[in-house]
Structures are given as structure tokens and as C-alpha cells.
């Protein structure tokens, strides 16, 4: 099993990449050399509570965020990691629109394969529908 400070440099490794710096970008914004957030990242070293909280603060997140662990990676999760980035940039009243407009557009999307016609179920099931002739 990964120690727990294995497990953080990793997770600030997928934040890091989700928020699109570099080590070297990382490093300059919180003072530190790019190879300490190299050896942060691979395990090599702790992160001092001190520099996770200057990340946090660079890469504008909670701090709490690089202490969720999960002992296997799914899709949904590095989906979650991208979506916690950008969210954390956006101001309340922007993120309360997002959040309106991924409800509507999940509302519709579903409603509307609940309605799907009959034909397209049954091409994706590999059965052509009789053609109608008049």
C-alpha cells in the first residue's frame, strides 16, 4: 500500500496536470525548485503542510482536496479532479449558472433518450426496421 504522503504527491501531480502548469510553472508560483514538486509528485518527499497549502493556494483549490483518497483511479474520478479545476475559478454567480445549465442539459439529454424511437433501438441492436411502403 502507498503511503499516505505517496497518495498526496500524486493527487497534487493529477491537479497540477488538470489545471494545465508545468513542475517548473507550479514551482515558481509557490517558491520551491520544479525538481522538489518532481520528488513532492513521485513520493521521493513530503510536502511540508506549509508548501500543500501554497499549492492549494496556486493551484485555487481547498486544501482539502489533496487529502481525498482513492485507492484505484476511474474515469469519473479524473472527470472530477478537471471539473473541481474549473469550478474553482469561477465566481458564485457564474458557478450557480454553470450548475443551471448542466442540470438542464442533463435533464434534457436524458428525457430525450427516454423518447427515443423505436427504430434507432433497434439498428443499435443490429435489426434493420421494415420499410414501410405506400
Known sequence: MKTPWV???KR????RKAAGLTQA???ELTGVQPVTIGRI???MRAASLDL????SEALRIEMHEFFRMHDNRNAKAEVFDRFLIYGARLSTPELE????LLSSTLDFVRGH?????VAVERARAGRVPERVTG
Open 7 to 9: 497518495q498526496v504527491g
Open 12 to 15: 497534487i501531480a493529477r491537479l
Open 25 to 27: 510553472e507550479l514551482a
Open 41 to 43: 509528485e513521485v513520493g
Open 52 to 55: 500543500v497549502f501554497q499549492i
Open 97 to 100: 449558472l454553470a450548475l443551471q
Open 113 to 117: 433518450q427516454a423518447r427515443r424511437p
